[in-house]
């Protein structure tokens, strides 16, 4: 079912926290959180409010430097 907040859907918590640690490693401005959808009973991710705390785990952190460092080398690679 498609939400009409037309975001992306992640159907259990794990799939959520996953996407939510991805897009600290692939983009600027990152989700800070998710939530379930109590239109579509799904989850969201969100720009708003607080920081969930799975991202201040110390292996959290340091798996999203160890592939923002490697993206970054694989993109200076494609680049030659």
């Given at each position: 079912?498609?939400?009409?907040?037309?975001?992306?859907?992640?159907?259990?918590?794990?799939?959520?926290?996953?996407?939510?640690i991805?897009?600290?490693?692939?983009?600027?401005?990152?989700?800070?959180?998710?939530?379930?959808?109590?239109?579509?009973?799904?989850?969201?991710?969100?720009?708003?409010?607080?920081?969930?705390p799975?991202?201040?785990?110390?292996?959290?952190?340091?798996?999203?430097?160890?592939?923002?460092?490697?993206?970054?080398?694989?993109?200076?690679?494609?680049?030659?």
């Amino acid at each position: 079912m498609d939400c009409y907040s037309k975001k992306n859907q992640y159907y259990t918590e794990d799939e959520a926290s996953e996407a939510l640690i991805r897009s600290h490693i692939r983009f600027n401005k990152p989700a800070v959180s998710y939530y379930l959808c109590p239109h579509c009973s799904q989850f969201h991710l969100t720009s708003k409010g607080p920081l969930h705390p799975l991202l201040n785990r110390p292996e959290v952190l340091e798996r999203i430097q160890k592939e923002q460092r490697l993206q970054e080398f694989y993109t200076r690679l494609k680049r030659k």
